[in-house]
């Protein structure tokens, strides 16, 4: 099991839970690597602060009503036996499923809008470009997808709106062993970056909307269609970011 797919795992592992194979496994691989290490003993103190604060929920008339419904219909699928929505256990369990559910949502849908931080290592490492690692082009956004693709690299287009920026400078880099497409743009020394999503384990949902974030003095905005996705990144605070995809139609 490798780191990545190690961490997938323990995002969606319950906080004092008992774990699986699976997870013992991703625990071992996090033992192992200090990077992840420290992501997870983040990640814990977050899990259990949430599940405390499930826990100490208090339930209104409506709710509690709706999970004695839900626990007679439970029990009827299961002998007859009978629970009951004020027994601890079966309260605890009750409180836990919606956590679980939460937990999914949570993750399958991008992780409350948490900025992927693969996107932000491929920014990283596109800022740390020479200017002399880029192919001088002087050409819109709108019409860089042929000279990439006469380098191999397909798929790659510019969300409607951003068509006009005038970019200097092309290049293609590798990250992590995948391809990825970086345009300079001379307005706010802008960098545009086109990408598949999969290979990163990146999942913005829904598609076509936009995701930001401020990491150090760098704005950045990435949103995701047909399996490819399309990120911003220029010097600037995040409200400058959204004021910028304001201004040219973005949602």
Known sequence: MNPK?????LTLRRPNGSDDETSKKALEVAKADPELSAWLAAQSVLDTEGHAAVQSLALSPQADTDITDA?????????????????????????????????????????????????IKIATSGAGARPDQFDPLEQKAGQLEDWFMLKGFDNFRVPPGLENLQVVGVRLFQSEN????????AENTMFLYCFPSQPFG??????????????????????????MCFMI???GTEAEMKAFLHKTGQR
Do not use: C, M, Y
């Open 71 to 119: 626990a007679h219909a439970f029990s009827q699928r299961h002998d007859g036996h009978r629970f009951s929505v004020r027994n601890p256990a079966t309260l605890a369990v009750a409180l836990g499923f919606l956590l679980l559910i939460g937990v999914l949502t949570w993750h399958f849908l991008g992780q409350a809008g948490v900025f992927p931080e693969e996107a």
């Open 233 to 235: 990144a220029f010097r």
């Open 178 to 185: 995948e391809w990825i497409a970086q345009a300079a743009v």
């Open 202 to 227: 990146i999942d913005v949902r829904p598609e076509k909307s936009w995701r930001i974030t401020q990491a150090d003095r760098t704005a950045l905005a990435i949103r995701e269609e047909g399996g």
């Open 5 to 9: 797919l190690a961490r997938q795992t």
